[in-house]
């Protein structure tokens, strides 16, 4: 089974920045496509970026302009460059990542496999 561990987060103040990267213990077609998905306490899980592997990206549009999602074959880890943090992008951050879409790519039903997640929180 495919395993995808998050690293990076954590205590940032607003306007700062952090990078996460998210390890797959295989880089094989299982992710094709792969995205960062972020939950706020008691909201749900919503997605932030996704990317499959002709480099295409999308954002929702309250991290456009500021994250950065990308993947890198041969260190088989996705990346999430987050910049001009904000007290709303706080969360646990996951990556997701499958063969094929499911459905939309932002939405949480296209991917199977996810890791378990790492924690951003950002103070005003």
């Known amino acids: 089974a495919q395993v995808l561990e998050e690293s990076g987060g954590g205590s940032v103040q607003a306007g700062g920045s952090l990078t996460l990267s998210c390890a797959a213990s295989?880089?094989?077609?299982?992710?094709?496509?792969m995205g960062w998905f972020r939950q706020a306490p008691g909201k749900p899980r919503e997605g932030v970026a996704a990317?499959?592997?002709?480099?295409?990206?999308t954002y929702a549009d309250s991290v456009k302009g500021r994250f950065t999602i990308s993947k890198d074959h041969g260190a088989n880890t996705l990346t999430l460059t987050m910049s001009s943090l904000k007290p709303e992008d706080t969360g646990m951050y996951y990556c997701?990542?499958?063969?094929?879409?499911?459905?939309?790519?932002?939405?949480?039903?296209?991917?199977?496999?996810w890791g378990q997640g790492t924690q951003v929180t950002v103070s005003s």
């Open positions: 295989r880089f094989t077609f299982i992710t094709n496509y």
């Open positions: 990317i499959d592997d002709d480099a295409w990206t």
């Open positions: 997701a990542s499958d063969s094929r879409l499911r459905s939309s790519p932002l939405s949480e039903s296209a991917y199977t496999n």
